[in-house]
Nanobody, 122 residues
């Protein structure tokens, strides 16, 4: 069983930066692929980025070059550094974990945090 707790969301201005953190409980964190998803009002949950157990990462085209996912296995934590934020980045951001390879489909992740709100004001 893995429990995930996100933090770091908030209200920012266009062009600002935020760093989200997701702390995971449980053992064998390094065996889990981690991901960030987001969901805006009236829209489906979408992949933002994921981090494989190997260290490889994936970033959605909409955030590539602005957001960076990273993980610290010693701290059981995954991060999402978000730079040059835009109004369209406004959403609830969720951390997710699955045992094994990373994927982009939300339903393939077994563990989820409760989410943290990110609001980008213009």
């Amino acid at each position: 069983q893995v429990q995930l707790v996100e933090s770091g969301g908030g209200l920012v201005q266009v062009g600002d930066s935020l760093r989200l953190s997701c702390a995971a409980s449980g053992r064998s964190f390094r065996s889990y692929s981690m991901a960030w998803f987001r969901q805006a009002p009236g829209k489906e949950r979408e992949i933002v980025a994921n981090s494989w157990t190997t260290g490889n990462t994936f970033h959605a085209d909409s955030v590539k070059g602005r957001f960076t996912i990273s993980r610290d296995n010693a701290k059981n934590t995954v991060y999402l550094q978000m730079n040059s934020l835009k109004p369209e980045d406004t959403a609830v951001y969720y951390c997710a974990a699955r045992y094994g390879d990373a994927v982009v489909i939300a339903t393939q992740y077994a563990y989820w945090g409760r989410g943290t709100q990110v609001t980008v004001s213009s």
